[in-house]
């Protein structure tokens, strides 16, 4: 925990560590997560047609990948991004296993996919690495399911395994990025991952968030 507690301060000065923190805060980070969200999708929208288009002339079916994901306060929301293999491969292991491959379980591992499963291609690999896949979650920030820097989703069957320290994970809105998404050397356990989510939410400002999301695109470059 305390090595946790440096990287926290590390990344957002003491000075500053209160900037815009406390009553002030979730509006103004509503707001933010507004503007960014609807610029980003303005300036991202040809891009993200040429995406749509190379998913559908690859495979037939939607662009888009639905799924069920835990939101504020235990409400569940539809979370969207871009398909890829790896969306099949999970939809399909959750369909014949809803309680296997969850990170609750280990080490940040997975339940190993059927053998009928499609193959990643680069497309697929390129779209992940780069994050790119991600971008409809900016949808989901402008219909206030979800935030620009807040803690992963969780999946629907992961939260009814959640205690009741874990579920203060669901008194904010998740996020696209987060605290462990920049600042995580390794795949890590569940536990871990969990336990920087909490730590972000004790310590939340405008200004970590706004760090976090500058650090974002480096951790992507950084294969992280």
């Known amino acids: 925990m305390r090595q946790l507690s440096t990287t926290i301060h590390a990344i ?6 209160s900037f815009f923190q ?5 509006p103004l980070k509503r707001v933010v997560d507004v503007l960014l969200a609807a610029g980003l999708l303005l300036i991202c929208a040809p891009l993200m047609l040429l995406i749509a288009a190379a998913i559908k002339l690859r495979s037939p079916g939607p662009a888009f ?3 069920r994901r835990v939101g504020r306060g235990g409400v569940p929301f539809t979370m969207l991004k871009f398909r890829s293999t790896r969306c099949v491969r999970a939809a399909t292991q959750h369909a014949h296993a ?3 491959g969850s990170e609750l379980a280990g080490a940040g591992t997975h339940a190993r996919a059927p053998a009928h499963a499609p193959r990643a291609t680069r497309f697929d690999k390129l779209l992940r690495a780069s994050g790119l896949d991600r971008l409809p979650r900016l949808i989901n920030v402008l219909r206030g399911e979800m935030s620009l820097v807040g803690p992963r989703p969780a ?3 992961e939260s009814e395994l959640f205690d009741a320290h874990l ?3 669901m008194s904010v809105l998740p996020g696209i990025t987060g605290l462990w998404q920049v600042t995580a050397r390794h795949k890590m356990p569940f536990a871990e991952m969990a336990r920087i989510d909490l ?3 004790e310590t939340m400002n405008l200004w970590l968030d706004l760090t976090i999301m ?3 695109p480096w951790a992507l470059l950084g294969g992280k």
């Open 98 to 100: 809803p309680h296997q």
């Open 167 to 169: 579920r203060h994970r």
């Open 12 to 17: 957002t000065p003491p000075s500053r560590s």
């Open 22 to 26: 406390g009553p002030r805060y979730a």
């Open 214 to 216: 500058l650090r974002t």
């Open 199 to 201: 730590s972000y939410i």
């Open 155 to 157: 999946l629907l069957h």
């Open 65 to 67: 990948f639905r799924q």
